[in-house]
């Protein structure tokens, strides 16, 4: 069984693979959003009110992530990573969106 032990480490892993250095985590979630009709995005927010880098996994192809102007269409695997902007989500439309967020403290090695 996997525990945040383990998710700790697929993040460092990920990060060190790309010369990153992780300080600290703040918060590492696992969301999951079902199909929906109605209202296509989140509400544009920010994770925290303090200076943070976001790293989103996805374990699904539904989703867009968009932050300013820029915008992830997903593909399962996929790792994007974004200083902590303004962003919000596409909610999906086929299939469930199902990604794993950790909000954290970084530097280029």
Sequence with gaps: MYGANFVHDVVREI???NDIKLHCIYRLN??????QEGNRRTPVHVDH??????????FSN???TIVG??????KEDDV?????????????????R?????TCLTSKL
């Design 49 to 58: 009110p303090f200076p943070h880098d976001n790293i989103i996994i996805y």
């Design 15 to 17: 990060l060190n693979h």
């Design 30 to 35: 696992l969301n999951m959003v079902f199909p």
């Design 69 to 74: 102007n820029d915008e992830h269409d997903p």
């Design 98 to 102: 199902l990604v794993l967020v950790a």
């Design 62 to 64: 539904e989703g867009k």
């Design 80 to 96: 994007i990573m974004f200083p902590g902007l303004p962003h919000c989500q596409e909610l999906p439309k086929n299939d469930m």
